[in-house]
């Protein structure tokens, strides 16, 4: 059936409606020497080192510069890392990969060039598809839907809920700068109900990526609208995650973390990066 805005909708018993566009695209992956790896440190909550760890599959750069690319995402590319934070998660031509809160879309659209003709991209859309929440002013999907389309995209399924995505298919799960929104900003999105469905849709030894601005403070900062990083590791192995590694490929040591998530250098505040792995047993 379609819905209001003519997308095929997937119906499953006891699962939440999902968006898909199944055409598959061919991007090649040309493979080229990247940076080097990103210096890891110790986590807050004890992390656990990857002993003898692989160096990551560099991605070609090149795709920063592909044409179905806007200059507003191309002006973000320098501050975001994408691709180097692909490259750090393990991200590789054909995984099947979550982008999980994927706002408009840049994550979801590089994702795709990266994955390629083999590859999937589940963009799970959550709070961004709730249509009422703050008057509409967060609702997403169709600006990610015109994106994807006027872009040519065409392995990318959107999916409106953590929910909908199949048990065991994600090899990297990632969440960019909004995992901070679940019950802090949006009451009705729980934080364990949110991690265990990430440890659920992940394969064994799967990845889940997490973004966000740094703080000092404890806890949820509500004024700077920024997330201590222990309160992630404490969800994420509490839940039977491993936490894997951390980097200071984000980091910016002039930030004092009193300025705002929401501020003019969004793309340049001090930003820890964490990687999660569900045990392979």
Known sequence: MRNSHGLVLRQEPALKTVVALLVVASFAIAGCAGDSAPTSEGGE???????????????????????????EDRDQDAGRMALEIYEWLGIQPGMTVADVYPAGGYNSHLLSLVVGDSGKVHSVFEFYAEKDLFEGRVYRVPQVQERIEQAGITNVELTLALDDVPSETIDVAIAVRNYHDVEWVFEGYSRADTVANFFRMVKPGGVVGIV???TDREGWDQETHRLNEAVV?????????????????????????????????????????????????
């Open 212 to 214: 966000e601005a740094a």
């Open 233 to 281: 590791i404490e969800d994420f192995t509490s839940a039977g995650f491993e936490l894997v590694d951390s980097s200071d490929l984000l980091r910016n040591p002039a930030d004092d973390h009193s300025a705002s998530g929401f501020d003019e250098g969004r793309h340049t505040v001090d930003r820890y990066l964490l990687k999660f792995r569900r045990p392979a047993g």
């Open 45 to 71: 909550a004890g992390q656990v080192a990857e002993a003898g760890a692989a160096p990551p599959i560099p991605i070609d750069r090149s795709i920063y510069d592909h044409p179905s690319r806007s200059q």
